[in-house]
């Protein structure tokens, strides 16, 4: 028979192997968190992830921001974990010594130069003496216009820029404060079914599938959870399959991340088929050199990033089976 101090004996035993087995379950379940920056723009879709994909090593958290700035701040002060955010931007955090690597595009293509409905602008060359919004100068909208009036033979400095966050460009082409804009989709679209907008030039055709916003992911996130971090880069990849194939679908998804209306981002998805991409995403050494050239030979920096430590495309490698 049981004593009563044996039977308490055997049941502080039983309670701290319970309390043992709880405690490594939950080291077993626990997951990874990943609080990720982003702007409500369609260069940033593939987020929709967070509603659709199943993730068990990743606790996917979305963090919204209304500027680029904002979130730069946010990643070079260590509040979040990951970043999408433009090439240029993630280069100079890289620059001034934030511990992160590019892991994975956002997309490609998905901007547009809008111009102001009812003026006189109809061709590249009638932008010279107007105010031009961009996000930033360390963006590739300011590196693609750039481009454009330069194969032109116009100088940037024949137009007037102002920098805008994204969501204002919209009402400020309405109200007169700009003649025009180039930023990513949906506010030229936007301006257009607002009509107080037209779409002058996709950036498609000034620089032909190039990159723009990335995913970056500080380093200690890619060393201590490499598979936290491959679960997101794997349901990114398979997200940007789906909504190529799935544009209407992916556009109702959105307006929870984007603010849109559904019928603005499938006009987006679908107008043409190739105004921004997201069937490869793969990182490549090629278009971050590219981008990297530019802004040496447009002055928007004066010393290059080591590509090799900042592009780490294992991750995409493998969820793209290569």
């Known amino acids: 028979m049981l004593k009563r101090r044996d039977f308490l004996k055997a049941g502080?035993?039983?309670?701290a192997a319970g309390a043992i087995g709880t405690n490594l379950l939950e080291a077993a379940t626990k997951k990874t968190t990943i609080k990720l920056g982003y702007i409500p723009i369609v260069d940033h879709l593939t987020l929709i992830a967070h509603s659709r994909s199943q993730f068990n090593h990743a606790d996917l958290q979305p963090v919204k921001f209304s500027s680029w700035p904002e979130m730069s701040e946010a990643m070079r002060a260590g509040a979040l974990e990951a970043i999408f955010a433009l090439t240029p931007i993630s280069l100079r955090l890289k620059q001034g010594g934030v511990p992160m690597k590019a892991v994975l595009l956002g997309h490609r293509n998905g901007s547009v130069i809008t111009v102001k409905t009812g003026d006189d602008?109809?061709?590249?060359?009638?932008?010279?003496g107007r105010t031009i919004a961009i996000p930033t100068r360390f963006s590739t909208h300011y590196i693609l216009l750039k481009k454009i009036l330069s194969d032109r033979g116009i100088s940037i400095d024949q137009v007037k820029l102002v920098e805008m966050p994204p969501p204002e460009t919209v009402q400020a082409l309405s109200i007169g404060r700009i003649d025009a804009f180039i930023f990513a989709e949906p506010f030229g679209t936007q301006a257009e079914m607002q009509k107080v907008g037209k779409v002058l030039i996709l950036t498609k055709d000034i620089w032909k599938d190039h990159i723009c916003c990335i995913l970056s992911m500080r380093e200690d996130i890619i060393k201590n959870s490499p598979e936290a971090v491959q679960e997101l880069v794997n349901n990114l990849v398979d997200t940007g399959r789906f909504i190529?194939?799935?544009p209407k679908e992916a556009a109702a998804l959105?307006?929870?991340?984007?603010?849109q209306k559904p019928e603005v981002i499938e006009y987006v998805l679908t107008t043409p088929k190739d105004r921004v991409t997201y069937d490869n995403l793969m990182p490549t050494m090629d278009d971050f050199k590219a981008k990297q050239d530019y802004m040496l030979k447009f002055g928007i920096t004066n010393k290059e990033v080591d590509l090799n430590d900042y592009v780490d495309m294992s991750f995409a490698r493998k969820a793209y089976k290569i």
């Open 244 to 246: 190529e194939k799935n």
């Open 121 to 128: 602008i109809k061709k590249l060359e009638d932008l010279k």
């Open 12 to 15: 502080v035993v039983a309670l």
């Open 254 to 259: 959105s307006t929870k991340y984007l603010g």
